[in-house]
C-alpha cells in the first residue's frame, strides 16, 4: 500500500495555502492508493499564558477553531469525490500540551469520532521562564527558549525531547486519540547551524528505547517524515536513519509522511525512504 500519512492544507496559517483538493489529484497521479489529511488541531485558547517565543509561533502554528466546519466540510466531499481512486482518511496533527489536558480531552471528545487517521506530535517544550517554546518555528527562539537554558547541549535538549514525547505517548487523551507519533526528531531541525551532535548519545538511545517499548505496548505506528530532508539546517528524515533501522528491529510501524504543506512537497523522497525501507 502507497500511503501518504501526514499532509497539511490551505487552513494551516504558515503553509503555502495551495488547495487539498491540487495536493491530492497530485497523490493520485503519484500511484498513492491512501491518503491522511492531518492538519494542525487548533491550540487550547488558553495556551497564549503559557507561551513565550516569537508571537507568530503560537498564532500561526495551527488551523483556527472558527474554520473546523469547512474544513470537515471540504475533507468529507473530497473523500466523497475521490473515493474511487483514493481512500481518504480526515484527522489532524494533534500538538501534545501538558498544561492543557483538560482541553484537549474535551475538543477530542468532540472532535475524534470525526476522524479516521491521526497524528500525535510534539512541537512546544518547556525553556526559559518556565514558558513554552516552539521547537520548529525560528532560530531566534529556539537558542532563546531551549538551547540556553540546557547550556548549549546539545544531547541535554534531545532528552528533553525525548522525555516529552514518553510522556505524550503514555497520556490518555480519549477514544479515538491519535495512535501515531510524528516526527519523533523534530528537535534536530536547526542541528546544522547550531553544530548540534549527529546522532544520540547512549544515555539517548536509552530513551529511545524505552519510547519504542511504550509505542509497542500502546500500538502506536510511527510517522517516517521526510520534511527534514528539505529543512536547510537539518538534511535528514525525522527520525535519522539508524533510527528508523531500531524502530523496524523493535517492530514499530513506519508509515510515510511528506508533511506536505504545498503540491510541491506531495511525495517528496518517498522513493528514497521507501529503498531504505
Known sequence: MKKEGHSHTEFCPH???????LMIQKAIKFGFTEYSITEHAPLPPAFKQDYAGTLTGLTEASMALSDLPAYFKKCRHLQTKYQAQLKINIGFELDFLPTQLAWTRDFWAEYGPQ???NVLSVHFMQGTAAKFWCVD???????????????????????????????AVQT?????APRRLGHMTLIKKFQDYFN????????????????????????FALDLNAAGLYKPYCNESYPY???IVAAKAASIPL???????????????????????
Open 137 to 167: 518555528d525560528t532560530l531566534a527562539d529556539f537558542k532563546t527558549g531551549l538551547l540556553d537554558p540546557q547550556k548549549g547541549n546539545g544531547q541535554a535538549l534531545y532528552g528533553q525531547y525525548l522525555r516529552a514525547l514518553l510522556v
Open 241 to 243: 536513519p539508524d533510527l
Open 196 to 219: 548540534l551532535p549527529a546522532k544520540f548519545n547512549a544515555a539517548n538511545l536509552a530513551l529511545v528505547d524505552q519510547l519504542f517499548t511504550v509505542l509497542a505496548q500502546r500500538h
Open 255 to 277: 508509515v510515510y509522511g511528506s508533511d506536505a504543506h504545498s503540491i510541491a512537497e506531495i511525495g517528496q523522497a518517498y522513493h528514497q525512504l521507501e529503498k531504505f525501507i
Open 172 to 176: 490518555d487523551l480519549g477514544v479515538n
Open 15 to 21: 503553509g503555502s495555502g495551495d488547495d487539498v483538493e
Open 115 to 117: 476522524t479516521q487517521d
